[in-house]
T-cell receptor, first 114, second 113 residues
Framework: AQKVTQAQTEISVVEKEDVTLDCVYE???????LFWYKQPPSGELVFLIR??????QNEISGRYSWNFQKSTSSFNFTITASQVVDSAVYFC???????????FGQGTILTVHP | DSGVTQTPKHLITATGQRVTLRCSPR?????VYWYQQSLDQGLQFLIQ???????AKGNILERFSAQQFPDLHSELNLSSLELGDSALYFC????????????FGPGTRLTVL
């Protein structure tokens, strides 16, 4: 069975610091997808990124960047120059290709202090 | 706005009662997924429907059931409610061509007193 581990339960930083959220997954699938979602205090789940297992290129979107390393089964997420609005719970998730369900990690609570 | 709607936004009820949560997927999406987010279990997949038929089942209790109607909206029925059923219930939808790209609704927060 697939498993997603986000070892960092809570992270606290001061505004403008860079922060990296770790995600490690376990699978026997050869083709799969990885995701990051953001859950702000309002509660909704906001899609951030999807990566398929064949694409190990790092991706940057504004202050967000993602580092996918298949060799270590990791898909880490970095926020550069964090802002108070980045405070949220961040979830890493795994999805197979033959089924649609997502398997989520336990989430990392990020608090950015002014 | 993801395009997925869920009603009601909040629901407060008593133990032993039955409630129905409703979800309307994005226009054109055939798949609907239900997830439960609780403090104990985190975010867990419950069940998936595709074009009216059950496609996959996760950790869904026997007291819970779901269905997807011809107009593709879905309902999650929770019965004999217990305190531990208090959670945020999310619905998500995806298209036929991109099953993993799930768009989540705003959730229904269920409180069982």
């Amino acid at each position: 069975a697939q498993k997603v581990t986000q070892a960092q339960t809570e992270i606290s930083v001061v505004e403008k610091e860079d922060v990296t959220l770790d995600c490690v997954y376990e699978t026997r699938d050869t083709t799969y997808y990885l995701f990051w979602y953001k859950q702000p205090p309002s509660g909704e789940l906001v899609f951030l990124i999807r990566r398929n297992s064949f694409d190990e290129q790092n991706e940057i979107s504004g202050r967000y960047s993602w580092n996918f390393q298949k060799s270590t089964s990791s898909f880490n997420f970095t926020i550069t120059a964090s802002q108070v609005v980045d405070s949220a719970v961040y979830f890493c998730a795994y999805g197979g290709t033959s089924y649609g369900k997502l398997t989520f990690g336990q989430g990392t609570i990020l608090t950015v202090h002014p | 706005d993801s395009g997925v709607t869920q009603t009601p936004k909040h629901l407060i009820t008593a133990t032993g009662q039955r409630v129905t949560l409703r979800c309307s997927p994005r226009s054109g999406d055939l798949s609907v997924y239900w997830y439960q987010q609780s403090l104990d279990q985190g975010l867990q997949f419950l069940i998936q429907y595709y074009n009216g038929e059950e496609r996959a089942k996760g950790n869904i209790l026997e007291r819970f059931s779901a269905q997807q109607f011809p107009d593709l909206h879905s309902e999650l029925n929770l019965s004999s409610l217990e305190l531990g059923d208090s959670a945020l219930y999310f619905c998500a939808s995806s298209s036929q061509t991109s099953v993993n790209e799930q768009f989540f609704g705003p959730g229904t927060r269920l409180t069982v007193l």
